[in-house]
Nanobody, 127 residues
């Protein structure tokens, strides 16, 4: 199994930026498709962004497309979420997720497709 730990959350004003990091343990990070999800109080967990094993393919929810960028560095066992032009509705706990897959190009967008989850990091955007 892989263990993932998120970091980089915090408090930022509307229009500001944050970069979240997800550090993974082990020596097989490159076999995992990775994703970011978020959950606000009283709301369902929702998909944010996903990236393939190779890093060549990405996918974003409509609510963040054009503002957020997901990337990965397999040599550092880390996936990132660069968040720009933040809005109050982006306020949530952000979770990193992983699933081992055979395909180097597939992206996974549903929470029930993922096997391993981090503890989450809080992002708060003030108005």
């Amino acid at each position: 199994q892989v263990q993932v730990v998120e970091s980089g959350g915090g408090l930022v004003q509307t229009g500001g930026s944050l970069r979240l990091s997800c550090a993974a343990s082990g020596r097989t990070f490159s076999i995992y498709a990775m994703g970011w999800f978020r959950q606000a109080p009283g709301k369902e967990r929702e998909f944010v962004a996903a990236i393939s094993r190779s890093g060549e393919n990405t996918y974003y929810s409509d609510s963040v497309k054009g503002r957020f960028t997901i990337s990965r560095d397999n040599a550092k066992n880390t996936v990132y979420l660069q968040m720009n032009s933040l809005k109050p509705e982006d306020t949530a706990v952000y979770y990193c997720a992983a699933r081992p897959v055979l395909s180097v190009s597939v992206v996974l967008t549903a929470s029930n497709e993922y096997d391993f989850w981090g503890q989450g990091t809080q992002v708060t955007v003030s108005s």
